[in-house]
């Protein structure tokens, strides 16, 4: 065979492509890591729906939880590889649940982040660095658990009081069981922060109607409903659900459309769905209420005349007049009070009025106006946070020799007059059973990961929502795709290997969670639809009699009626209004790529936190759209970018929590500020509850955009088309 | 030919990128290939041949111990969409007392099932993501269609080989003949 010189060439070039070819097709992608013989038998491709149980807020929604056949990347036996098992695909809410009703929050979907999260820590970490610096080296269960034993043996010893749990407020058999513990132990029950708590309203609650709790309101038979800056809609109390009645109160009932009047000097996402949006003086609500509640009939508050409510609210007296008319004609009607206006030194003072206006509206147990689910409340001890903090810097009382955190990250939430971080610096043992290393856990000693919610049993005792006592509960939706291990079982564990164990523990943390359903039968109900209605006999149902007084009765003291802001107007010219983000709430989700990357519903901001401005003060202060801006007060400065916004009273400074992480994982570290940084470290007096709205602020222009406001839409039409 | 010589050459070229090139970072997502090489091996229905871990004999299975496609190993194409691929623990079903003694079932005894590891089987068919397809099978067997119809005479071969292309003008012909719907969204959606 005679091959010439361009043949040669084509033949070279066809045979070498086939090598290259065949060289690459040794190495097929699919099968890079090993593959270890799956536990489960599974049909591939047909999904199942499980029930779970948001684990983000304290509403208590249930959820279903897709889940299919899935490749998961796992360690097994110190060996990574890839393994098949049932992952969760997607989250909704449960449609037979009295809460969620087949709907569910942007923050509950992105929810199952946490499970796949690329930073969640995967094993037990014992710290080897310096406090903060994030330098863990992972150790066994069996060591990690040796060591919180022995750290716990020696606080037997010297005093059991020396033992502290730091958690997040919510009733649930998790809290129960913390609870428990320390009991047996013989320290304090778990000290609960959050910054939005609802301690105010719940104090309020006590002293007017008799009940500790949280309100549930019948948005769904009510005709007008006016709001004293409750986002209702958005972030407070138990959205899903006061959502689902206030779709049934505007468009439900043929013929009759709900009112909504937002009372807020700042816009929120429920002042936006609202008919009319009062921005009122900050602090001054109770007036509001006082002078509604006189111009409908009540006692006892004649001076409260529209004339004198215009001159302390700014609210003018004929729309206080015209307001008071309208609540008096469209019966039902109902008033709510919660978040900034609580937040206040007055707070309870505030929530009180609100009582009454309630009250006078015979809103009190009524359809169309407020009620309170039977519930229990979790055991709390009697020292708070704050006061943890000063104990342990100025060295009285017990000193606290061990903390063990359980999701809570005060580091980031409290203000900086707190000292939170550096007395978690003092106490000689912390121990964390967070997912994640955040700005508090980082602080840790031994790094103990729970579960995701998605891989273990979880429950929640609504305090609000519904007009029944339920449970919401849920087995593992997946089997665990790290080496975690759930809490409930690590405390249960740690119970019987201490030196002296402690007894009177459930036998395993399924148990317990039978028993507070009230046994087999309803467990039966529960596991199968992921809730149950709890019976009257297991839980206090009684209703709340007495009825709210415009004299507070139960309050220790005297109680502020006026309220008091934190610096002098002459150098800090504006209130301060941090306000609960629609995507991370109080930051606890801001490690969700999701969450970070959902478009605020007002602003259409992400990835970013921002500073809004009404449009006559930033030109007064010669500040533009995005501009860079600093915010201080007495206590400490910010820098964040300005976002020029009408929704907004002009001598008010609002800015979204959330952001400004020193660490929480690659999404949230080093990302926007943090606006709890400069407030004052004033607490309502009665509970002690942060009050987080009594900060004065001042503003200054400190540079050109510099990128950090990322916008989806463009600058706000309607505002745009006003100014011509 | 010389412009066909360039073709060979550009072909070549494009071939031995693809080995050189780094893949992407595995945190950007694109819907598109990875690389102009790989775009063209696509087109051209070149794709890795599957490498298996063992010879694993079909025929021996299926002529003398007389087991169904459907029912043993590949049994959740009956129950959903996709055949699946059996793991270890399907073999040790019956391997666990039978021809015990030969190599090949001591090595999958030995070196994965007792280790917790998983046959490393790769696949033989399906589709990339980027030709948009979905394939369910259970459409085609409620239709009672053969197994080697699309998968050949696989029952009496050894390893499993690609002995039919599954290129969208094999798909349309069969649903030409047999009356199925050829409506763009039945496959691609």
Known sequence: ????????????????????????????????????????????????????VCPICRAGCGTTVRVMQGDAEVIRNGQHGVMTMSLAKKLEGNPSHPISQGALCPRGQASIQATYHPDRLIQPLKRRGARGSGDYQPITWDAAIAELVTQLDNIAGSGPQGLAVLTRPGASSRHDLFALFLEKFGAQAPIAYELFGDDVLRRASAISFGREQVPTFDFANARAVISFGADFLGTWGSPVSQMAGYAKMRGGRPGIRGTLIQVE???????????????????????????????????????????????????????????????????????????????????????????????????????????????????????????????????????????????????????????????????????SFGSFADDTSVMADLILPDHSALE?????????????????????????????????????????????????????????????????????????????????????????????????????????????????????????LPFSSQAFLDGSTAHLPWLQEMPDPMSTAMWSTWVEINPQTASKLGIGDADMVEIASAHGSIHAPALISPGIAPDVIAMPTGQGHETFTRYASGRGSNPVKVLAPVVEPETGALAWAATRVKVTRIGEPKGELIRYGGALREFEHHRG | ??????????????????????????????????????????????????????????????????????????????????????????????????????????????????????????????????VHVRFNHAPHIRASVDCATCHGDIAHQTVAERNVNHTMGFCVDCHKAKKASNDCLTCHF
């Open chain 2, 1 to 130: 030919m010389r412009a066909g010589c360039w073709i060979v050459a550009l072909g070549l070229a494009a071939a031995v990128s693809a080995c050189t090139q780094a893949p992407p970072p595995a945190d950007v997502f694109t819907p598109a290939h990875s690389s102009t090489a790989s775009a063209v091996q696509d087109f051209f229905l070149i794709r890795p041949a599957a490498t298996q871990p063992i010879p694993f004999p079909h025929k021996t299975h299926v002529e003398k111990a007389m087991l169904k496609c459907t029912e043993t190993c590949h049994e959740s194409v009956v129950k959903g969409p996709n055949a699946g691929i059996p793991s270890v623990k399907t073999c040790m079903i019956c391997h666990d007392s039978i021809a015990t003694d030969r190599p090949l079932i001591m090595k999958i005894t030995n070196d994965y099932y007792k280790k917790g590891i998983d046959l490393p089987w790769q696949r033989v068919y399906g589709f990339t993501p980027e």
């Open chain 1, 265 to 431: 000097p700042r816009m929120s996402l429920t002042g936006a769905s609202a008919d009319e949006w009062v921005a009122i003086k900050p602090g001054t609500e109770a007036v509001l209420a006082f002078g509604l509640a006189n111009a409908l009939g009540a006692k006892g508050l004649a001076q409260y005349t529209p004339a004198e409510v215009e001159k302390q609210t700014g609210v003018k007296a004929a729309r206080v007049e015209r307001l008071a008319a309208m609540l008096a004609e469209m019966k039902p009607a109902v008033a709510i009070i919660a978040g900034a206006p609580l937040a206040q030194v007055n707070g309870l003072s505030q929530a009180l009025a609100v009582n009454v206006l309630n009250t006078t509206l015979g809103a009190i147990g009524a359809p169309g106006g407020l009620s309170f689910t039977p519930y229990v409340a979790p055991k709390r001890g009697a020292r708070s946070l704050q006061t943890l903090a000063s104990d342990v810097l100025s060295g009285k009382g017990t000193p606290v020799q061990a903390l063990l955190i359980d999701g809570a990250n005060p580091v980031h939430s409290t203000p900086p007059g707190w000292k939170v971080k550096d007395a978690l610096a003092k106490i000689p043992f912390i121990a």
């Open chain 1, 1 to 52: 065979m005679s091959m010439d010189r361009r043949s040669f060439i084509k033949l070279t070039a066809v045979t070498g492509g086939a090598t290259a070819i065949a060289a690459c097709t040794t190495s097929n992608p699919e099968n890079q890591l090993i593959r270890f013989v799956p536990d489960e038998d599974l049909t591939p491709g047909i999904a199942e729906i499980k029930n779970g």
């Open chain 1, 456 to 576: 273990s049993w979880t429950d929640s005792r609504p305090e609000s929502g519904t007009t029944k006592a339920i449970v919401s509960v849920a087995g593992p939706a997946m089997k665990p795709l790290h080496d975690t291990r759930a809490t409930s079982d690590v405390l249960l564990d740690v119970a019987k290997k201490l030196k002296k164990p402690l007894a009177g523990m459930p036998d395993s943390f399924d148990a317990m969670l039978q028993a507070s359903v009230g046994g087999d039968e309803p467990w039966g109900i529960a596991t199968k639809q992921g809730w149950v209605e709890v019976k009257s006999g297991t839980r206090d149902s009684g209703l709340g009699t007495r009825s709210g007084s415009p004299e507070p009765r139960g309050a220790s003291k005297p109680l502020p009626f006026t309220a008091a802001f934190d610096g002098e107007p002459g150098q800090y010219p504006f209130y301060f």
